[in-house]
């Protein structure tokens, strides 16, 4: 069965400070995919950024970036210097052909950023 | 384009209480989803449609239905509501989710507490 653990629960980083957030996955499919998603305090879903798993390059966008790392199952969001507004909850999913169509959400982990 | 819209925004409910939680597109999006999201957890799927005519159970399906009668509209019927039922309840679209790329657009979800 397919699972994404985010093992940080919560996270306190400094303003203008580089941010990484913990993703393990597990599938056996060699096909799937990688979403983050950002949840601020006001409740919408907010995506972010994209990995598939035959993509030869991690996934930037803008400050985001994913670090992939395929063999240890991995893919570990970085927030480039952080901003108040990046205070949230940042929550990793996974879908795979396997997954009936839905993403397989990780519990969350919830970022505040300190000025 | 209001890409996925849900009504209410907030409701309160007694116990044994019934109603429909709304969902409509206008990204004309073949597949759509319904999560519920309970506090301090990633989203979990309760059913989900492929096309108009076309629905099947997710993970969590008990005390919910479901009916997709338009591709626009994905309406989740709770019956019998239950103390257990209070979530927040998010609604998503996408367009074909076997493609490699494939972002779920969410509506902003609805807040439902069953006293």
């Known amino acids: 069965a397919q699972k994404i653990t985010q093992t940080q629960p919560g996270m306190f980083v400094q303003e203008k400070e580089a941010v990484t957030l913990d993703c393990t996955y597990d599938?056996?499919?060699?096909?799937?995919?990688l979403f983050w998603y950002k949840q601020p305090s006001s409740g919408e879903m907010i995506f972010l950024i994209y990995?598939?798993?035959?993509d030869q390059q991690n996934a930037t966008e803008g400050r985001y970036s994913l670090n992939f790392q395929k063999a240890r199952k991995s893919a570990n969001l970085v927030i480039s210097a952080s901003q108040l507004g990046d205070s949230a909850m940042y929550f990793c999913?996974?879908?795979?052909?396997?997954?009936?169509?839905?993403?397989?959400w990780g519990a969350g982990t919830k970022l505040i950023i300190k000025p | 384009n209001a890409g996925v819209t849900q009504t209410p925004k907030f409701r309160i409910l007694k116990i044994g209480q019934s109603m429909t939680l709304q969902c409509t597109q206008d990204m004309n999006h073949n597949y759509m989803y319904w999560y519920r999201q309970d506090p301090g957890m990633g989203l979990k799927l309760i059913y989900y449609?492929?096309?108009?005519?076309?629905?099947d159970k997710g993970e969590v399906p008990n005390g919910y239905n479901v009916s997709r009668s338009t591709t626009e509209d994905f309406p989740l019927r709770l019956e019998l509501a239950a103390p257990s039922q209070t979530s927040v309840y998010f609604c998503?679209?996408?367009?074909?989710?076997?493609?490699?790329?494939?972002?779920?657009?969410f509506g902003p979800g609805t807040r439902l507490t069953v006293l």
């Open positions: 449609s492929v096309g108009a005519g076309i629905t």
């Open positions: 599938t056996s499919d060699p096909s799937y995919g």
């Open positions: 999913a996974m879908r795979g052909p396997d997954s009936n169509y839905q993403l397989i």
């Open positions: 990995q598939g798993s035959y």
């Open positions: 998503a679209s996408s367009y074909e989710p076997f493609s490699s790329y494939n972002e779920q657009f």
